[in-house]
């Protein structure tokens, strides 16, 4: 028997989380709902949209779970509130693995949680609630990444670290092994992180600066 969910948000988050449990015969999406001053449709991915603060009036929490589907805007502290609301309105909460992740049998993964294809999350990982891991993702064994995290595509996270909460980590980061990354911090994309980092650090590697000729003037 099918877990009967209802997906809050209406972005592009939100449709990629129904594109993905669509695909999943253990979920069926019911409806779509968001804060009510944000609606401005009745309908999307052709289910009904509800208000958030009357949802449980009609999908009650007995009968349906839900999935916080909203990015990392203000430091995972959005997709927080929502969930932690949520979590106070009675419901509970689905995660998604893709069948395309690795990710082993004795892994600890949280609720509210998706986990895209090509990760891979080895053995004695554990990985707390509210938790996203884009595509290509290495997380190492022995390593913890805590709650409210958002973890971008193709990010190394090596053997033994732990991720503090509500931290952001983007695109071809590299962590060295054993590192403590500081709660509510962000690593930006490219960055190298060899030592331990502080709370509410931000951490970005130089850009790439644009070479003094134009393409047509570079001799392959």
């Not at 997709?79 to 995660?95: C, I, L, M, P």
């Not at 049998?105 to 609720?111: K, P, Q, V």
């Not at 709660?183 to 650090?201: H, V």
């Not at 931000?202 to 393409?215: A, L, Q």
Request: charged share 20%; net charge negative.
């Amino acid at each position: 028997m099918s877990q009967k969910i209802v997906i809050f948000g209406l972005g592009d988050i939100s449709e990629i989380a129904h594109f993905y449990f669509s695909q999943d015969n253990n979920i069926e999406v019911c409806a779509f709902t968001a804060d009510k001053e944000f609606i401005d449709k009745d309908k999307f991915c052709n289910l009904p949209v509800v208000p958030f603060e009357e949802i449980e009036k009609t999908f009650s929490p007995n009968e349906y779970k839900m999935f916080i589907a909203v990015s990392y805007a203000k430091l995972n502290q959005v997709r927080t509130q929502k969930y932690n609301e949520a979590k106070n309105k009675g419901y509970s909460f689905v995660s998604y693995i893709s069948p395309h992740a690795t990710v082993a049998a004795n892994a600890e993964i949280g609720e509210n949680c998706f986990i895209f294809e090509d990760n891979t999350v080895q053995p004695f990982v554990k990985i707390g609630n509210n938790v996203t891991l884009w595509s290509g993702n290495h997380i190492g064994h022995h390593s913890t990444i805590e709650d409210n995290c958002f973890i971008a595509s193709h990010v190394v996270i090596s053997g033994g670290c732990t991720i503090g909460e509500y931290s952001f980590i983007g695109v071809n980061a590299t962590l060295r092994d054993h590192l403590q990354i500081g709660k509510k911090c962000i690593i930006g994309a490219g960055a190298i992180i060899m030592s331990n980092t502080e709370d509410e650090g931000v951490y970005v590697p130089e850009r790439t600066k644009i070479f003094g000729k134009k393409s047509s003037e570079v001799r392959l």
